[in-house]
């Protein structure tokens, strides 16, 4: 069975940081494209950064510079480091595991950026 597991969401103030997790397990993570995506109140949901399983990453604009993805695959785990945090990334925030035609997702993590 497949899991995706995030945490670290919560409030944070405009400027502030925040690390999101997500722990895989049921899948051989070190071969899987991670992502990480986000879904805001009356939107659609967006590709925030990807990292393959070479360790390439790629970033949304509205988030470079200010958002880092990285993998442990000793720990099957994905990160996201969130810095210099906005009102407008407030959203919830899910993990995807992908590789070929597979693709899974987490639950979602709500981040709130807000004074």
């Known amino acids: 069975q497949v899991q995706l597991v995030e945490s670290g969401g919560g409030l944070v103030q405009p400027g502030g940081s925040l690390r999101l997790s997500c722990a895989a397990s049921?899948?051989?993570?070190?071969?899987?494209?991670m992502g990480w995506y986000r879904q805001a109140p009356g939107k659609k949901r967006e590709l925030v950064a990807t990292?393959?399983?070479?360790?390439?990453?790629n970033y949304a604009d509205s988030v470079k510079g200010r958002f880092t993805i990285s993998r442990d695959n000793a720990k099957n785990t994905v990160y996201l480091q969130m810095n210099s945090l906005k009102p407008e990334d407030t959203a919830v925030y899910y993990c995807?595991?992908?590789?070929?035609?597979?693709?899974?997702w987490g639950q979602g993590t709500q981040v709130t950026v807000s004074s």
């Open positions: 995807n595991g992908a590789i070929a035609t597979m693709n899974f």
């Open positions: 990292i393959t399983n070479s360790g390439s990453t």
């Open positions: 049921g899948i051989i993570f070190r071969i899987y494209t």
